[in-house]
């Protein structure tokens, strides 16, 4: 009965995120979805997460060109460094670095960080697009389910310890690569950690509406500091994200999603758009789709809400109290 419920449920989400798939790629068609803005990053610094391949490859790729320093910040090092390899051929740009960054290991975050630190004077653009979908309920070292951890926690933390850098170099910029499945998501003080229980789509869906309420949180705590934040929705794109689903769950997403898939090229825009465009050192806590704004998709919480999660975030991750952005 428990299988069925969830078989069900999953169609009934697919069925109504189909209508909105096919607007969403209706308007894509209209607008191409596409950054044609031409201009140099020449000296800029850009950190990229899960940037080995799909859309964040793509980012690089197309950032690199544009003469910027591009840190890969992967946890697969071997294809990290394929990867940086592949752009350095394809853009002629030599100035592109692999790091090893585990989003699952606050440990590693914090190593990472650390590097930083010491090699680079400068952040002009942080962009958290590593995602996963998780079918086990596993936890990581910190305790805190994978999924969750790895889409939202380790980007918080990541994000937070990276702050005096990115007040140093402003304007800059914190890009968050998020999912319309945030719309699915729930604000759960008490289940914010999968503490009653694990569904793999529940699960993305509320670490995708952590990653909006988090860049709102930033944008809110930065105002006035050169800093912006802000979201964006790639699109329905051909990548690897669904990979560690159950087979039956993932061969019905990718059956019913087929004819609306981007490629990650296409997908990549509106992270390079919010990179290169002006707008981009102008708003903060927007939420952009196809290189629009689209700040209907931001849902409203009351102050008491967003300090409540951004104090339950800085527990979770175990942030120290002169690490914490005031």
Known sequence: MYQYNTYYQILTY????????IILKLLN????????IPKRLDGQVIIITGSSRGIGKCTALNLAKRGAKIIIACNDITEANEARDEIIQASGNKNIEAHFLDLSSFDSVRKFVKNIYATE???????????IAVNSN??????????????????????????????KSTPSRIIHVSSLLHLLGRLDFQNMN?????NWLTLYSDSKL????????????????????NCVYPGWVKTNLFEQIFLPARIL???????????????????????????????????FVDCKNMNFFNRPYSNEDKQM?????CDLVGLKPEEKLI
Do not use: M
């Open 14 to 21: 697919i069925c109504y995120f189909f209508l909105i798939f």
């Open 29 to 36: 068609i209209v607008t191409k979805g596409k950054c044609k």
């Open 121 to 131: 004077k400068r952040l002009d653009v942080l962009i958290n697009n590593a995602g």
């Open 138 to 167: 596993k936890k990581t070292e910190d305790g805190l389910e994978l999924g969750l951890q790895v889409n939202h926690y380790g980007h918080f933390l990541l994000t937070n310890l990276l702050i005096d850098l990115l007040k």
């Open 194 to 198: 999968s503490e009653k229980g694990h």
């Open 210 to 229: 952590y990653n909006v309420l988090g860049s709102n949180q930033f944008a809110e705590r930065l105002e006035g500091t050169g800093v912006t934040s």
């Open 253 to 287: 997403i990718v059956s019913l999603a087929t004819l609306l898939f981007k490629t990650p090229e296409e997908g990549a825009q509106t992270s390079i758009h919010l990179t290169v465009s002006d707008e981009g050192s102008k708003v903060s806590g927007k939420y």
């Open 309 to 313: 999660f951004w104090n339950k975030c």
